[in-house]
């Protein structure tokens, strides 16, 4: 079991960029599959990106281009570069360890960090 504690959210213009992390607890991290959800008001939780252990990278369209996954073993921390934001990215943004299953699929993931607030306005 690893515990996930994401930061980095704010308010932010339409356009500008934030950078989330996503710091996790134990010395297994580099061990583990990381992905990045979002969930706003009212939506089911949706995928955003997913890196695993090999650094190989998946995105959701919505945010490819735009977005940067990344991570750093030596820190235990994930991080998600978020370039070129619109009002439609507003959400909480969630990180967990991805076990099984479609790596787009939150059901498959595990260990769920507590959020970060993530505010665009136009």
């Known amino acids: 079991q690893v515990q996930l504690v994401e930061s980095g959210g704010g308010l932010v213009q339409a356009g500008g960029s934030l950078r989330l992390s996503c710091a996790a607890s134990g010395r297994a991290f580099r061990r583990y599959h990381i992905g990045w959800f979002r969930q706003a008001p009212g939506k089911e939780r949706e995928f955003v990106s997913t890196?695993?252990?090999?650094?190989?990278?998946h995105y959701a369209d919505s945010v490819k281009g735009r977005f940067t996954i990344s991570r750093d073993n030596a820190k235990n921390t994930v991080y998600l570069q978020m370039n070129a934001l619109k009002p439609e990215d507003t959400a909480v943004y969630y990180c967990a360890v991805w076990l099984r299953g479609a790596y787009y699929s939150p059901d498959g993931y595990t260990d769920w960090g507590q959020g970060t607030q993530v505010t665009v306005s136009s």
């Open positions: 890196i695993l252990v090999d650094v190989r990278t």
